[in-house]
């Protein structure tokens, strides 16, 4: 199974990620999380991606395009499939992962894009709090530590992030929603997109899409899902 999972942030990609990743036994391939290990470990993208980030900077599509490639080079990490999560962010990466694809020949089985009402985004996000020292997330209401302030796993302090406030949060659905609409359109031309109801629990949006992967025989017909 080869996906690309979009949705704006609080659409809660990341947690159906986790799921899906259990049932299917795929890679889950998430841009920021390889940005952030391609900076720590200092490699020669990793500058390359620190310099825009210090200076609040947009990474070009080119060298997001570059890392991708790179990680896809390895074919172990992707020969059983993988979900890419925050990539492709533009048209011109959707296009260029194609190319990529093609060249490997794996081609896509879908893009799921993740609905979600704006009041649930900001419920969801304005919640969200995030550990210092591990990066692991809470939610004040859907997902709170046994010890208020304090991250289960590692015991680091847990903080709110800046901009997970009602005011910002609108302003980047207003920025999401304008950027995303050519990719939508690129993967529904294709009839590979799959518009998912996202404001509802993780695990029924995840049974739902397993239904879906059955029937159109991209599974087999013994996985199952888990909760029922």
């Not at 990529?100 to 969200?128: C, E, M, N």
Request: charged fraction near 30%; proline fraction near 4%.
């Amino acid at each position: 199974m080869r996906l690309v999972l979009l949705g704006p942030p609080g659409a809660g990609k990341g947690t159906l990620a986790n799921l899906l990743k259990e049932d299917l036994k795929i890679a889950h391939i998430s841009t920021g999380d390889i940005l952030r290990e391609e900076m720590k470990n200092q490699t020669l993208l990793g500058v390359e991606v620190k310099g825009f980030v210090e200076r609040g900077d947009l990474v070009p599509d080119e060298v997001v395009t570059k890392i991708i490639d790179q990680k896809f080079q390895n074919g172990g990490l992707v020969e059983k499939g993988f979900m890419l999560d925050g990539f492709p962010r533009t048209k011109a990466q959707s296009e260029d992962l194609d190319k990529i694809l093609s060249r490997i020949q794996k081609p896509l089985d879908y893009a799921l894009y993740f609905a979600v009402d704006l009041p649930v985004i900001i419920q969801r996000l304005t919640g969200r709090r995030v550990c210092r020292k591990c990066g692991a997330l809470f939610h004040a209401t859907n997902k709170p530590p046994k010890k208020n302030g304090i991250c289960d796993g590692c015991g680091g302090e847990l903080y709110q992030r800046p901009d997970d406030n009602e005011e910002t949060i609108k302003a980047r659905m207003d920025v999401y929603a304008n950027s995303t609409t050519p990719i939508i359109d690129y993967y529904e031309r294709q009839k590979k997109l799959l518009r998912i109801n996202s404001n509802r629990d993780a695990l029924e949006v995840k049974n739902e899409l397993m239904n879906i992967f059955r029937k159109d025989r991209k599974i087999d017909s013994h996985q199952v899902e888990r909760g029922n």
